[in-house]
């Protein structure tokens, strides 16, 4: 992850180097709660349902007692039968975001700020890329995760 612009004095150009080669892909999941994100877990390969499960069992279930409501995209694997199998057997509330409804989705704007810093960053290793996604989830603030949430709940009344 690079970014795409840069800024030089004027009448120079900008050099930087952009690997060719994708490299390890590494991938993450996290809930995000008015104080932030929480229970942030990174992988490599793809996301399963199994994957998922192992997830939510070990990482979420915690977070999730005094009734909270899990919200959770329409992601294929969020929908998977074992999944929802896996939250009723644990008695979890939970309920699905419309289709193309990112605007209603608090994490959007969450990760795009990490994005950011990660294009900025530019790492080039699994290990600083994993020190890198660390540092930038700690980076959101209770402020920013309540901007979000707030945000997707103007937009939501603004709709209706």
Same mark, same amino acid.
């Given at each position: 992850?690079?970014?795409?612009?840069?800024?030089?004095?004027?009448?120079?150009?900008?050099?930087?180097?952009?690997?060719?080669?994708?490299?390890?892909?590494?991938?993450?999941?996290?809930?995000?709660? @008015?104080?932030?994100?929480?229970?942030?877990?990174?992988?490599?390969?793809?996301?399963?349902?199994?994957? &998922?499960?192992?997830? /939510?069992?070990?990482? !979420? /279930?915690? =977070? /999730? =007692? +005094?009734?909270?409501?899990?919200?959770?995209?329409? %992601?294929?694997?969020?929908?998977?039968?074992?999944?929802? +199998? &896996? =939250?009723?057997? %644990?008695?979890? $509330?939970? !309920?699905?975001?419309?289709?193309?409804?990112?605007? =209603?989705?608090?994490? @959007?704007? +969450?990760?795009?700020?990490?994005?950011?810093?990660?294009?900025?960053?530019?790492?080039?290793? !699994?290990?600083?890329? /994993?020190?890198?996604? %660390? $540092?930038? +989830?700690?980076?959101?603030?209770?402020?920013?995760?309540?901007?979000? &949430?707030?945000?997707?709940?103007? &937009?939501?009344?603004?709709?209706?």
């Amino acid at each position: 992850m690079t970014l795409p612009y840069g800024r030089a004095p004027r009448g120079e150009r900008v050099i930087d180097e952009q690997p060719v080669s994708p490299g390890e892909t590494v991938n993450t999941v996290a809930v995000l709660t @008015e104080q932030g994100p929480d229970a942030q877990w990174c992988y490599q390969g793809p996301l399963t349902a199994a994957r &998922f499960v192992a997830y /939510l069992d070990v990482s !979420v /279930l915690p =977070l /999730l =007692l +005094a009734g909270k409501t899990l919200i959770l995209d329409r %992601h294929p694997v969020h929908r998977a039968r074992v999944v929802r +199998a &896996f =939250l009723d057997r %644990h008695h979890v $509330r939970y !309920v699905y975001l419309p289709p193309y409804s990112s605007e =209603l989705n608090p994490s @959007e704007e +969450a990760w795009s700020k990490v994005k950011h810093v990660l294009k900025r960053e530019k790492p080039r290793t !699994v290990d600083h890329l /994993l020190d890198i996604l %660390h $540092r930038a +989830a700690q980076s959101m603030t209770p402020n920013d995760a309540q901007g979000y &949430f707030q945000q997707a709940e103007d &937009f939501s009344l603004v709709t209706v």
